[in-house]
């Protein structure tokens, strides 16, 4: 829902500057949007594109280099292919499968010369953020127009938290607000339907506070300098095998 949240926001930003309110008329008729991205995108995102009507053959998948990162020269001709449509940008913080960090300082400012809305998939890899010796990863992220991680890895809070940042707060709250007459509103409140998908929501946000403010800053970094630690010794240590036992049979290797 943090992907649905953050795409919606585009969706509306993008159509809104083709003249077309996409909350008033739906996609009937509208300009047609395509989301660009690597070929190691998560399945959220496509859920997500489904759900917001957009279909999944709106996605382009682009190839990646051998580190599993999307590179400029893709991403440029891509955007040159679709230069007269309202394109989406999603770039991976973290794949899922080998934890590649796309380019963004190259890949961001590519996409916003062309017009496009960049959204970050940053499901465990924005943490690393609040690492000194890893943050050099996400140099050039903060130039994004949205973000989404989650608590449920790192922080080990309830699977279903998981967090959305949206640069453009007005396309934030007008594709996900509405008011009826029996609702009371103040100006001076920030009401949590205004800004996601729900009406009726639990307290995410009371397990994620306890989860960073008992550790502090530095407790979170130091958990994920750990835990990197720990990915990096096995790698390093499962390499070196042989790949045969003592008997001399090939080793069975099970998930």
Known sequence: MAHVTALAAARHALLAKQGWDVERYGLMGAPALRILSSKERHGSIERAVRLLGLGSDSVIDLPVDHQGCLQ?????????????QPVIVVLQAGDLNIGAYDPFADLIPLAHAAGAWVHVDGAFG???????TYRHLLAGVAAADSWATDGHKWLNVPYDSGYVFVADQEAHRNAMTYTAPYTIRNAQVREPADWNPEWSR???GVATYAAIRHPGRRGIAE????????????????????GRTSSGNPRSIRA
């Open 223 to 242: 958990l994920i300098e750990r835990t990197c630690q720990y990915a990096h010794t096995l790698v390093m240590q499962i390499g070196a095998l042989d």
């Open 72 to 84: 400029a020269d893709p991403l440029s001709h891509a955007l040159q292919a679709v230069a007269q």
């Open 202 to 204: 639990r307290g995410r």
């Open 126 to 132: 924005l943490w690393a953020a609040a690492s000194p």
